[in-house]
């Protein structure tokens, strides 16, 4: 099949794009406004953008709280999202009132970061603490904005748990990340394999 999506004329029940873009990590981005009051919430649309210096980035449908204070305060941090904590993560994703706090709702602790003022999840297996590179709107091919909103930021801090090192290496099958799927499906990591690249 082929589907044109300026016409969105694909016949199926749901739209299959982030079916199709999957599995995504999950940015779970804590920040704070400019009041001090904390905010968390999940990103499916959020990857790590180049390794040096290190840099991730997130989007936002809307200028929700976690765009609004990332561009406010310059910083961010980015909470790895894990099997053990799926509850917590959903229930942070929850339309709570500005202001707020998704860390006391969903029962979470939250840890004091090194180098940025946004507080962490101290249960996540790793936090990326952020500066941010660029907080931009999108816009279409024929130039209008959209509403959708883009967050770069530097990573310049990394917090690890020492139970998520195993013989020096992050364990993945250890911590399970989830990913995000397209529909209401999610997945996790539990195997992985070794590839090696073709030589020159």
């Excluded at 707020?100 to 004091?112: I, N, R, T, Y």
């Excluded at 967050?151 to 690890?160: F, L, N």
């Amino acid at each position: 099949m082929f589907y044109d999506t300026a016409k969105n004329d694909h016949g199926l029940p749901h739209n299959p794009f982030k079916a199709i873009v999957s599995p995504r990590p999950i940015g779970w981005v804590s920040t704070v406004d400019a009041q001090g009051r904390s905010n968390l919430a999940p990103y499916s649309f959020f990857n790590a953008v180049c390794d040096t210096p290190p840099m991730v980035m997130f989007s936002s449908s809307q200028y929700k709280d976690s765009i609004s204070n990332a561009e406010s305060t310059g910083e961010f941090v980015c909470n790895m999202c894990s099997f053990d904590l799926m509850d917590e993560m959903n229930k942070s994703s929850a339309p709570l009132a500005s202001g707020v706090s998704e860390f006391e709702a969903s029962g979470l602790e939250a840890a004091a970061c090194k180098l940025v003022d946004a507080p962490r999840v101290a249960k996540a297996y790793a936090a990326l603490e952020c500066k941010v590179i660029d907080v931009r709107r999108l816009t279409g091919l024929n130039g209008q904005e959209t509403n959708n909103w883009v967050a770069i930021g530097q990573v310049v801090g990394v917090h690890i748990r020492e139970d998520a090192l195993v013989d020096g290496r992050f364990d993945v099958t250890k911590v399970r990340p989830l990913s995000r799927l397209g529909y209401l499906d999610y997945a996790v990591v539990d195997d992985v394999f070794e590839l090696e690249r073709p030589g020159a």
